[in-house]
């Protein structure tokens, strides 16, 4: 199967970023880590700070893919336009979050793209990502 991990924006600083928070290892080590755990499918990854890279890569991908796991990051809060890019697309996108956003600040308790999406994954660190792409493995098609 194909997938592409799509990260939003801050998330090129993860490692560095708030480590108490999101953890100490970059996305791009995990990500070999991942990659080495399910050779016999592509796991793509993109990451962009800029919402219309996002959504050009959600148009691109979406009508390729197998699944897409997405951290929108603070745009899983407030983007409309990504919401209704996850809607045009008919793969699935499974929303993802390092942190576990229903203990944190409350304007964080709401996502704009979760009813878009197949399903929500929360609150794991970074076993968030091999989680959503489990549950696309294991999606009857
Ligand atoms: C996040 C949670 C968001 O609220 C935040 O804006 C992020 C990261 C997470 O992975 O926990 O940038 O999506």
Known sequence: MN???LNGPNLNLLGKREPEVYGHRSFEDFLEELQ????????????????????????EYGFQVDG???NA????????????????????V???????VFKRESFRHHSVLAEACLGSISGFGLDS?????????????
């Open 36 to 59: 080495k755990k399910y050779t016999e499918h592509s796991i793509r990854y993109f990451q962009s700070n800029h919402e219309g890279a996002l959504i050009d890569t959600l148009h």
């Open 73 to 92: 990051g603070a745009y899983t809060h407030t983007s409309i336009a990504i919401a209704d890019a996850i809607r045009a697309i008919p793969a699935p």
């Open 94 to 100: 499974i929303e993802v979050h390092i942190s576990n």
């Open 129 to 141: 990502y091999r989680l959503a792409i489990e549950a696309l493995v294991n999606q009857p098609r």
């Open 68 to 70: 897409i796991v997405f």
């Open 3 to 5: 997938f592409i991990i």
